[in-house]
């Protein structure tokens, strides 16, 4: 577990996760694979900001991650599915095992940059699910006081899109006090907030992964299924 980029991190309390106990038989072994996104396009952003935080820790905790650029992306329904821009995200989400989304409070909500990422993911796209039974974990950052209405909002979305919501969450006040002497977050409870986050969020990743397709089938699909087998065999 490689801690040089984690001032912050005591090795002795990041204990690495245990996989070989979570992992369902026949994993495919590889990294838990981490979309981070996140809800402002401005240089400064502290949403952004959060999120790099978050997929430190994920590194470190023997994640792959990337993340989407939202700067450039189309209103949903003002472009093409095949806009550059709409195609790398969704390609993004197909590879992704696991998701964070970080956003600013703005009026009291996500932001509209933040919607229109998720607005651009189908439930349903060309028979594969990019979403669903995916794990999920949520952050937001604000301008003023605690406040938890962005961060509930994107969690209506996870359920919405299908997604594995991890209990436990990011909310970061006065955003602009906490970042205020430089790109990184000084240590203190809302630095370990992020990492306890990020931590169960590899956890539920690979309690989840390799069961997803188990954990998300549905009676009403399945008998939906037969009747359509049934209706076939009857026209032969």
Not at 203 to 217: A, E, N, Q
Request: charged share 25%.
């Amino acid at each position: 577990m490689d801690l040089t980029d984690l001032p912050h991190i005591s090795g002795e309390a990041l204990a690495p996760v245990d996989a070989d106990a979570l992992k369902a038989p026949g994993d495919p072994g590889h990294p838990p694979r981490i979309l981070l996104l996140y809800g402002s396009v401005r240089p400064n952003s502290y949403s952004r900001r959060a999120a790099e935080e978050g997929a430190r820790v994920l590194r470190a905790l023997g994640c792959e991650t990337r993340f989407f650029d939202p700067s450039g992306l189309p209103l949903p329904d003002d472009a093409p599915a095949d806009h550059p821009k709409v195609a790398e995200l969704r390609d993004l989400a197909t590879w992704s095992e696991g998701m964070v989304w970080s956003s600013p409070e703005r009026h009291g909500a996500m932001t509209g940059i933040m919607k229109a990422q998720i607005d651009w993911l189908p439930l349903s796209m060309g028979g594969v699910r990019p979403t669903q039974g995916k794990t999920l974990a949520v952050m937001q950052v604000s301008g003023g006081s605690q406040s938890f209405n962005a961060v509930n909002q994107m969690r209506i979305l996870g359920r919405w899109m299908r997604m594995v919501t991890i209990p436990n969450q990011s909310s970061i006040p006065k955003a602009w006090l906490e970042f205020s002497d430089g790109e990184r977050l000084p240590e203190g409870p809302l630095y370990r907030r992020i990492v306890d986050v990020m931590e169960e969020l590899v956890k539920f990743t690979w309690l989840v992964r390799g069961r997803s397709d188990y954990l998300v089938d549905r009676y009403s699909e399945r008998v939906e299924s037969a009747e359509k087998a049934r209706a076939r065999v009857s026209k032969l």
